[in-house]
């Protein structure tokens, strides 16, 4: 390695023919930043990056059964309480289902919601055993067998304990259920 002194270097005003001032005169750099300041020094290498603070896990990260008791069963029976359903009751079921058509389809995981004196009752078909996968909802009036299953929560990305509890408040609003026009 070939070390250079000030006299060797060329510098623009060498080059023009003036002569280089010595490297003595030259005035040392300076640090004006505070001690044990090294964020702002500008060394990269004592920088100190805080740690990120991991967001908890969302709810709809749970195992399914885990989340429709703890989560999702307790939060549709809130929403529904405040549309003014009073004797609301909601069971996790695994059962067939029972609309004309899917006598030869496998169980799946339902959410069954009755109330009115049991005259009134809505179920949410989750067919995977996963909040992500394929749902569908039917709803019955007077202790009548369901007749239509209707797709459920379809055109979302991510679903969401919101989504879940809105569609199903939703739904029970257009069947004139909750309030009426």
Not at 21 to 26: D, L, R, V
Not at 95 to 107: D, L, N, S
Request: proline fraction near 6%.
């Amino acid at each position: 390695m070939v070390e250079e002194s000030a006299e060797n270097v060329v510098t623009p005003a060498t080059a023009a023919g003036k002569k280089a001032k010595p490297a003595a005169s030259e005035a040392p750099a300076t640090d004006t930043s505070a001690p044990g300041d090294a964020a702002e020094s500008g060394d990269a290498a004592e920088k100190k990056v805080p740690p990120k603070k991991e967001k908890p896990p969302a709810v709809e990260a749970k195992p399914f059964g885990e989340f429709i008791q703890q989560d999702y069963l307790p939060a549709l029976t809130q929403a529904l309480a405040n549309k003014g359903v009073s004797d609301l009751q909601v069971d996790l079921e695994r059962a067939k289902v029972a609309i004309k058509g899917f006598e030869t389809a496998p169980e799946c995981s339902q959410v069954v919601g009755r109330w009115n004196g049991g005259q009134r009752q809505f179920n949410v078909y989750f067919f995977d055993d996963n909040i992500q996968g394929q749902r569908a909802i039917s709803c019955v009036d007077l202790g009548h067998r369901a007749s239509t299953l209707e797709a459920f929560v379809i055109d979302e990305r991510k679903i969401t304990l919101d989504l879940l509890v809105s569609g199903v408040v939703l739904r029970l609003n257009s069947q004139k259920w909750l309030t009426r026009n």
